[in-house]
């Protein structure tokens, strides 16, 4: 795993390419996108996973999935679709300690199970 980088861009340390944010989320383009629309879309309260969220931790993941179909709207994916994904632990891949879920779109997305 990788530092915290998305807590230093939501520091301010670090720049990034911001689409949206408010109080709770900062949403931002991957800097290595692996579809034409790749956003990742990161709560501000430091999580490391999901194994950190507590039950009134629970409105903020709910949060998470409306602010996904808002963005989602505002890139213009929303209508042709897009696929969201969260990715925890080694066998998952995860690299940023710091709980995201990836957006992409802008294409047809191809299998939905990894072979
Ligand atoms: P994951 O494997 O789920 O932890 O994904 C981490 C993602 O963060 C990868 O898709 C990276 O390309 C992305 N990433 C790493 N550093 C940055 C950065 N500084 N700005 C934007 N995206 C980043």
New binding site residues.
């Given amino acids: 795993m990788?530092s915290d980088?998305f807590c230093k861009?939501i520091n301010g340390e670090?720049k990034?390419?911001i689409v949206w944010q408010d109080d709770d989320f900062l949403v931002?383009?991957?800097?290595?996108p692996?579809a034409p629309v790749?956003l990742?879309i990161i709560p501000k309260k430091h999580f490391e996973a999901l194994h950190d969220f507590i039950e009134s931790d629970a409105s903020l993941l709910g949060k998470a999935l409306l602010v996904a179909d808002k963005v989602a709207k505002q890139v213009g994916v929303h209508d042709k679709g897009y696929r969201l994904?969260l990715?925890e632990g080694e066998h998952?891949?995860?690299?940023?300690p710091h709980l995201?879920i990836?957006l992409l779109g802008g294409k047809p997305l191809g299998a939905k199970i990894v072979q």
Avoid: F
């Avoid at 931002?28 to 290595?32: A, R």
């Fill in positions: 990788i980088i861009i670090l990034a390419d931002i383009n991957d800097i290595n692996q790749h990742l994904i990715n998952g891949g995860k690299l940023v995201h990836h």
